[in-house]
């Protein structure tokens, strides 16, 4: 494969980011002649690595560093570099920033510590430097990162100790991590996996460079495989979302650790790095809307880019197994459940196929073929055929043990799965084998996927499924949230929020306010049916605390007496605008639907199980933004207690339609009114078979003090 | 440490097992002349191994066998060999065992298949050989089975691969595995993790010596740390918890993995081995019970294994963490909760000693160190002396990432290390780093564990954390169920069911069976209280759906007409013994709590949360045999909804020595009448704040179809 670091067509203007991560010269201010310290760390790496392009130290006190001609200013430099590495002192780097902007460099990286993530002073002087860099259309990596590199050209912009050992040679692995350490951490991690690492990047404090930004470049690469990334926060959500959207629109496969969802970890990060955390369960919703896979460890986030960099993604779900004893058949078999995978059995002729090549082994899926093979390898092959072409299962496990390390099978046993597989290297083949390294990269380089462990594997081929599904899903359109209301949403009483509401679309039970024993009687015999009484206060939040409610209420007059005296006596100070009365409501499933603000990502949609059980198990979807209503019903899809609403054991099934208008709704007013509204909450809503109904409503605005409901 | 292969004192009698175990001499029938057959694989082991005891083959057609003598007969033999080891095809393995038998041979190893697992003319073949062995009082170890070994005799009793590359040096890790080829794939593991496998072994059809037996004997062995398990079934119930509560009592804590927990797996699992499978669920249950660890997954077998083989057990949960990099330390926040351990704060002075220590670094746990300690290694040995002298954590991980490789500084963050734990190695210190495979045998004499990823390492501590508390947990003593009823118990009616477990001390609503209109309404006058109705009938065991039940019953008389007339209309064939009225319960949580009846556990006890929406979260907890009012509670406690009873956000607390009552006494009631009752079902039970009580009742006898609640 050649791995391009130019752009084809060389007409085509070079953005500032193609500049920074394919730079044709690259200035070092501040360069060591000493290779050991950090200021000469990146010109040895340059220099090692063969850097294609011009390599000019700056240095005010040498002629030469490292061997080479240094300068004594920047000005002096010939041309103009695309990259400045900065390894000075903060003092020094706003004078520094207004060089390159003088001289036309598109990117610095700043090396230097000390800025927004040690408190308020640093973050003073980290806003100047911005300032200088986005006046002057300079484009900032860090402070605190540990910069960049780009393999296939040998830039290696970076003093990073995980390059110590070499440079990687040019590959389909991108890897973005805000940690530099963490960042260094995977390359390493790469190198001992075979995983050849073409772009790595750390972005520190994200002054301006964010990871989002980094997404969105190396999406757009046509030789990057997969991309690793490494968040503790995102500082523009906007930015995650559309760079992730990229992503997924190039089929590129992004795999995330986004850590900090501890409540000590969340405190860490932010201690970390100078960046403001979203809730971490908004983080899962973006990243599930647009496909990017969240590693929960380092270990899966190596072993699913892994899967991800061959390239190859199954069609569908469906696993099959093939063993040489049946424990970990069995074993398997588990590990495919945990992730989703389907043990599909074999149609009828192909167990006849297999009964008849091996009348010991198993006959269906998982297959243990025993140990009759060891007479003759072609059995495996056979039975890879015949799991491929007889079943037509999506992906394969083999699990091979210790036998692929043994000098005498191991070799037979790799050619035997390899003709096996031969017409069907468009699906993946993961190997579950434990070998030494030489041994398990002849495997890899026979077509399949190695791992040392079976749930590992079950894992990895879940996870490309996961992927593969992604890319295939169209995406869905934008919204248009509408325009803002009129009302006025400040210090909204129920009735209020739900006339505001009403007004949307949002369907509520009829109602009446009333302010007399009359008007209350009045209104029961209008309605003829049993009633809920609720007081109306601007006050009182909590109305059933206060004596506020009754239900079945037939005598209306006496509920609005009892209830009025009741709140007079535990809330004198509360002002009441009356009692609302409500038909007693239908039955149907109790959900809680509503939106928050989220720090990071603005208005959140939430859907979830209403009940103080549902509660406890967290029972919750959410989605950033306008929601279609489509995409609402991928929400109530998602709940894991979805099955009450689709008729769960003989209950009638939920209006599902009307629950994600409902949703969707609501979500297109909390985004449309975003300047004011800081959460919305209908709780109760009724998801009844023919109709779904909010019982109650709340709306509370920024300058309000917002509601928790807990996203994670 | 030495390494006993012979009890102390040589007056005590051997068991069979000791002499299976660690065998005198040992007798191959069938032994080849070639070491790679595998007659010939045990043969060439024991002589490469150096094997401390006799070493017979018997061979009816050669002298020598591998260079040794051979013997045309076992009863040639001299001496009574304590093994013999059966490398003979099945036709003659029934001669050989009687031959055992008359030699006085104390365990025979079958290697052959071809049994149990074959179907059922296989099974015929084995039992006939069990018949032989147990009048003969021999000990078989298969068929089907690979063999068993101990390293530090140089008893290598198998012909598994996995010992081709060497024996391992006698150590404190024991395998016992039922599949020969898993436990020969965890011997190769442990071999690459620098673990010392002392006993292995594999018990294949289990016909009569199965993983239990294994367990109880090695858990009573001095030099045994550790017993590495893995299940697809076991054979028999009661053995295996015997064999974990000796396990306990020895403090040896023993880490299992049980296949099968997937449906396809439980399949597999049935048609690999010949063992029938219990629920999954109860296995869960039965390995809580006694602290046993269940590993998910084979890596997390090794990895537990490996932190409990140093012997070193935190007091408690609270976790330090120590890092070079503080995106490392967010990770580790992340993975101790997951894990349930307790990144606790450092008290203010041990913060200001940190502050004094390094400005630059955090003042808290988790504590990042940043770079500075490059400077000065000093600061690493002060850093983890505050957090065990200031911060008095039960264990620490320190996370140092890609730096103990370096040749540079690799010796020297290991020597800090050492001295900053000094005085403390009564506790866990965990390392999560990358090198290569000398330097972490280098760092892990120097009394560390050393983990590659943060997740495994947090996974690891908490696993010691739980295996401690279990040791220090006072078992539960053993409690007597009481004498059978003397009531029938088959086709009972509710009302009948309910009377009979009343009588052995459930609490239920008072109750009236009326006939007619007539007396219904008495009792309803009696009562004086809105009622509940129920058909009562042998035939209809789900009431609500033909129209039998009615609540807020205030006119007793009509609603025995309407129930009568609607069952039927509904079911005409149903025979009907009348109408139940009983008070309309108090308002409490809905739990439900039953026994079942388990293939392999026999009578075990359920309870968990009522209704559709905690059925699908499936919150149950179980447990086998009869419970104990304390260990009932404990299972209350273990629902992950156990908020709901325990006073959640101001609801009144269930009165919880009732609901344990109710349960014990269910518990107690199954188990005396095991021998008739195949399930009881109590749904659902009220928990009050002042009481409990059960509102139906349902037994099943084993003539009976079962009832079927799902137990995982």
């Known amino acids: 494969m050649s791995l391009l670091h130019e752009p084809a067509d ?29 200021s000469g760390r990146a010109l040895h790496y340059l220099l090692r690595a063969g850097f294609s392009g011009g390599i000019f130290p700056v240095n005010n006190k040498r002629d030469t560093v490292q061997g080479i001609t240094a300068y004594r200013n920047l000005a002096d430099v010939p041309g103009t570099p695309d990259v400045a590495l900065i390894a000075l002192p903060s003092r020094l780097l706003a004078a520094a920033l207004r060089e390159c902007v003088a001289k036309g460099v598109a990117a610095a990286v700043i090396y230097a510590a000390g800025f927004a993530e040690t408190g308020e002073s640093g973050a003073g002087l980290q806003d100047e430097l911005v300032e200088i860099a986005r006046a002057g259309g300079l484009r900032l990596f860090g402070p605190n990162c540990l910069g960049l590199m780009n393999s296939a050209s040998g830039f290696v912009g970076t003093f990073s100790s995980a390059f110590d050992a070499g440079t990687p040679k040019g590959g389909g692995v991108a890897i973005a991590s805000q940690s530099g350490a963490y960042g260094g951490h995977l ?56 760079a992730l959207a990229t992503a997924r629109a190039h089929r590129k496969p992004v795999v995330i ?22 809730a971490d369960g908004v983080y899962d919703a973006v990243f599930a809307e647009f496909g990017a896979y969240r590693a929960r460890t380092t270990q899966e986030l190596v072993d699913i880019a892994y899967a991800c960099d061959r390239g190859v993604f199954p069609r569908g779900r469906r696993l099959g197994i093939v063993t040489v004893s049946g424990g970990f058949g069995v074993e398997l078999c588990d590990a495919a459940e945990r992730y989703g995978l389907d043990v599909a059995g074999l149609p009828e002729a192909a167990r006849a196929r297999l009964r008849e090549l091996n009348p010991m082994g198993s006959d269906d899926n998982p297959c243990d073929t025993t140990a009759n093979w060891l007479n003759d390898p072609s059995l495996i092959t056979k039975t890879f055929q015949i799991m491929y072409g007889g079943g037509d299962y999506d992906s394969v496990i083999g699990s091979f043990t210790i036998l692929p390390d043994s000098p005498t099978f191991g070799a037979g046993i790799r050619d035997a799965i390899r003709a096996g597989t031969e017409g069907y290297l468009d699906r993946p083949t993961a190997l579950c084998m434990q070998a030494r390294p030489d041994v398990v990269r002849a495997y890899e380089e026979a077509g399949f996927l190695v791992f040392g462990d079976s749930d590992r594997a079950a894992h990895a081929l879940a996870a490309l499924a996961r992927i593969a599904e992604s890319f295939a899903a169209s995406p869905h359109e934008a919204l248009d949230p509408g325009t803002p209301t009129e009302a006025n949403l400040s210090g909204l009483s129920e009735a209020d929020a739900q006339e505001v509401l009403a007004e949307v679309g949002v369907p509520f039970l009829p109602s009446r306010l009333v302010h ?27 109305k059933t605390d206060v004596g506020g409610v009754e239900l079945d209420v037939t005598d209306a007059a006496a509920a609005f007496d009892s209830i009025t005296t009741r709140v007079a006596a535990a809330r004198p100070d509360a002002r009441i605008d009356g009692v609302l009365l409500t038909p007693m409501a239908p039955s149907g499933v109790e959900l809680i639907v509503g939106t928050s603000t989220d720090a990071v990502f603005g208005p959140v949609t939430m859907v979830g199980l209403g009940g103080v059980a549902a509660e406890l198990h967290r029972d919750v979807v959410l989605r950033v933004g306008a929601v279609t209503v489509e995409a609402a019903r991928e929400m ?13 054991r003989g209950a009638p099934a939920a209006d599902l339609d009307a629950l994600a208008r409902l949703i969707s709704t609501v979500s297109r007013f909390a985004v449309a009114n975003r300047d004011r509204v800081a959460s919305v909450e209908l709780n109760p809503v009724l998801a009844c078979p023919d109709r779904t109904l909010a019982l109650d409503a709340l709306i509370i605005t920024h300058s309000q003090k917002g509601t928790t409901w807990i996203s994670d």
Request: net charge negative.
């Open 187 to 242: 390359a390493y991690l790469c190198r001992e996996r075979g995983l050849d690492v073409g772009y790595w990047v750390s972005t520190g404090n994200e002054s301006d460079v964010d990871v989002a930004t980094c997404i969105d470049w190396l999406a757009r690469q046509d030789e990057v495989t997969v991309i690793m990334a490494y968040l503790e926060g995102a500082t523009d959500g906007d930015r995650l979302r559309a």
């Open 516 to 542: 007399d024993r009359e008007s209350a009687d009045a209104a029961a015999r209008e309605f003829a049916v049993a009633l809920a009484a609720k007081i109306v206060s601007p006050d009182l939040a909590h």
């Open 257 to 278: 650790t986004k850590v900090g969802k501890s409540a000590a970890g969340a405190v860490a990060a932010a201690s970390h790095t100078a960046s403001l955390a979203g």
């Open 10 to 38: 060389p007409a085509v203007p070079r953005s500032p980011l193609d500049r920074a991560f394919r730079p044709r010269s690259v200035a070092i201010l501040g360069a060591s002649d000493d290779p050991t310290r950090i």
């Open 636 to 648: 109530v899809l998602g709940l894991r207690s979805a099955a009450l609403l689709t008729g769960h």
